[in-house]
Nanobody, 125 residues
Framework: VQLQASGGGLVQAGGSLRLSCAASGHSSRTYTTAWFRQVPGKEREFVAV????????YYADSVKGRFTLSRDKAPNTVYLQMNSLKPEDTAVYYC???????????????????WGQGTQVTVSS
């Protein structure tokens, strides 16, 4: 399984970006795919997740109502649409996937065995 994250960049506060996570080597119907983000010196934090191929989505409270997950089955890509961006959204964003995730552990970094390389999002004030 390989993940390729892209779409990061520099944007002003209030702007939008769409991140992409292109997956190969697995079937999206059974895999759970999540986005995390990390600021230097801090732990990686959960952002959003497509549980079991998209049957259910969860969002961190800090992004709820501003970020939206979507997906294309072909190619096997998950998107994170980020609107109304704030300077505190600045981070490196990572996508991750795993077939063995249960609902109660979707927000845990340790639940995911496959990670993309990260894409930098910078929001200026």
């Amino acid at each position: 399984v390989q993940l390729q994250a892209s779409g990061g960049g520099l944007v002003q506060a209030g702007g939008s970006l769409r991140l992409s996570c292109a997956a190969s080597g697995h079937s999206s119907r059974t895999y759970t795919t999540a986005w995390f983000r990390q600021v230097p010196g801090k732990e990686r934090e959960f952002v959003a997740v497509f549980f079991r191929g998209g049957s259910t989505t969860y969002y961190a409270d800090s992004v709820k109502g501003r970020f939206t997950l979507s997906r294309d089955k072909a190619p096997n890509t998950v998107y994170l649409q980020m609107n109304s961006l704030k300077p505190e959204d600045t981070a490196v964003y990572y996508c991750a996937t795993s077939e063995r995730v249960i609902v109660s552990t979707t927000r845990r970094e340790s639940s995911y065995g496959y990670w993309g390389q990260g894409t930098q999002v910078t929001v200026s004030s």
